[in-house]
């Protein structure tokens, strides 16, 4: 069955340390996505792109980094994590309907 | 820029009654409205949505109700049940773009 994976789904790395979060749907869908959640705020965007080579800015993008080589995959980059990037991070992907299917999420930790 | 709020953060009923969670948006041109149920430590998925040319939408024990004039919608979940549990989050979409902005969450807790 076509599905959305992520990778790890636990990760503790140390502040500093460059950390990269993998992503992959076998939907095919165009539109990719990332959030991070947070007590209180919901899910808030991070990154998006709509097909190869394309990414941009969401909310919360200030640290994070994506990239869009193939239709399947879009990882995550923190450049130099920090505590404030501790978070439950879920990619999502959408594909000619409205709706966004999820990730079964990556918990990272940084100390 | 598109804002949702919503509410309350908490809610707590007794197994049976009914649960009602509201949101509100603000850019009128907003025309996709999605529902997402999270139980815990889980991943967000999808219980019923509504577009905006529609005022109600039903799917057994779940409704979505709209008013666009007021820009608010709800979710009305009947004869609760424990595994109704879970954090719900209201969506609504971003005009000319295929995004969505979320709502803070609301913690439903359904007691025997």
């Known amino acids: 069955d076509a599905e959305i994976t992520q990778s790890p789904r636990h990760k503790i790395t140390e502040t500093g340390r460059q950390v990269t979060l993998a992503c992959h749907q076998t939907w095919n869908h165009n539109n990719m996505f990332w959030y991070r959640q947070d007590l209180g705020h919901g899910l808030r965007l991070i990154h998006y792109?709509?097909?190869?080579?394309?990414?941009n800015k969401g909310e919360v993008s200030d640290g994070y980094s994506v990239s869009r080589s193939n239709t399947e995959d879009l990882p995550l980059t923190l450049e130099s994590a920090a505590s404030s990037q501790t978070s439950v991070y879920f990619c999502?992907?959408?594909?000619?309907?409205?709706?966004?299917?999820f990730g079964p999420g990556t918990r990272l930790t940084v100390l | 820029g598109e804002n949702v709020e919503q509410h309350p953060s908490t809610l707590s009923v007794q197994e049976g009654d009914s649960a009602v969670i509201k949101c509100t948006y603000s850019d009128s041109a907003s025309n996709y409205f999605p529902w997402y149920k999270q139980e815990l430590g889980k991943r967000p998925q999808l219980i019923i949505d509504i577009r905006s040319n529609v005022g109600e939408k039903k799917d057994q024990r779940i409704a979505v109700t709209l008013n666009k004039t007021a820009k608010h919608f709800s979710l009305h979940i009947t004869e609760t049940q424990p595994e109704d549990s879970a954090v719900y989050f209201c969506?609504?979409?971003?005009?000319?773009?295929?995004?969505?902005?979320f709502g803070t969450g609301t913690r439903l807790q359904v007691f025997p």
């Open positions: 999502a992907s959408r594909g000619s309907t409205d709706t966004q299917y």
């Open positions: 969506a609504a979409s971003i005009p000319n773009t295929d995004k969505l902005i």
């Open positions: 792109s709509y097909g190869v080579q394309d990414t």
